[in-house]
């Protein structure tokens, strides 16, 4: 008989596949919308490796992970914590986009009313424009 560890590493094993097989299939609908600098195969693998960094993802809606996914990639903003540009965030069942400095920035310069955007340590009682 299989130890308590060993069932609820199966379940979080069989829950990874499915997300992913999830994954795999709104790839078409992600190539609709998405811009084209970003490759939908890749978007999903970093997002499955973000889920594999962070299993409480699996705990999410699994259209919540595919909504995330897909209003980052429209955005044109890699969802993982490597380029901290965006982050899947688990919240209550549900998974939310939140966007980065640095995809924040990005999406400031594709705007074409910035320039430039300089950041600088702003301590208590600094004064600054």
């Known amino acids: 008989m299989n130890s308590m560890a060993e069932q609820k590493a199966l379940t979080v094993k069989d829950k990874f596949n499915s997300l992913g097989t999830s994954l795999a299939r709104m790839e078409p609908e992600l190539l609709k919308t998405i811009p084209k600098h970003i490759d939908p195969k890749k978007a999903i693998r970093v997002l499955l490796t973000s889920v594999y960094k962070n299993p409480k993802l699996l705990e999410c809606s699994t259209e ?5 996914l897909m209003e980052a990639s429209t955005l044109g903003l ?35 009313r910035v320039l430039s955007i300089t950041a600088r340590a702003v301590y208590e009682k600094d004064t600054y424009e």
């Not at 982050?87 to 924040?104: D, E, S, T, W």
């Open 64 to 68: 919540s992970v595919m909504g995330c």
């Open 78 to 112: 890699m969802l993982d914590g490597v380029t901290g540009e965006a982050y899947p965030i688990p919240y209550k069942g549900y998974c939310q986009l939140v966007a980065g400095y640095k995809g924040l920035m990005k999406l400031a310069y594709q705007s074409d």
